[in-house]
Nanobody
Framework: QVQLVESGGGLVQPGGSLRLSCVASGITFSSYTMTWYRQAPGKERELVAG????????NYLDSMKGRFTISRDNAKNTVYLQMNSLKPEDTAVYYC?????????????WGQGTQVTVSS
């Protein structure tokens, strides 16, 4: 049974920081690309950041560059999202996703999400 469990969300003031974690089980974590998405009320889910299976390459939504950092620890089956200089518009539910392609087959799994609220 595959599980992705996010944690670390909460209420933070503008300009503050949070670190989200996503722990995976039931998969060979080191074989999966990991991504963070977010979904604000009334908006579509959007990709925030991604990291390759070995952690060598990363990508970010432009508005996140310089503020958010994605990292992973394959020994702990965990991916992180360090979020700094948070803004009210960062308020959303943040989800992690694990995905890989084997041949022509795609495998992907989602976590249940963690709420991030940026407000004074």
């Amino acid at each position: 049974q595959v599980q992705l469990v996010e944690s670390g969300g909460g209420l933070v003031q503008p300009g503050g920081s949070l670190r989200l974690s996503c722990v995976a089980s039931g998969i060979t974590f080191s074989s999966y690309t990991m991504t963070w998405y977010r979904q604000a009320p009334g908006k579509e889910r959007e990709l925030v950041a991604g990291i390759s299976s070995a952690g060598i390459s990363t990508n970010y939504l432009d508005s996140m560059k310089g503020r958010f950092t994605i990292s992973r620890d394959n020994a702990k089956n965990t991916v992180y999202l360090q979020m700094n200089s948070l803004k009210p518009e960062d308020t959303a539910v943040y989800y992690c996703k694990a995905e890989r392609r084997v041949g022509i087959s795609d495998y992907s799994y989602w976590g249940q999400g963690t709420q991030v609220t940026v407000s004074s």
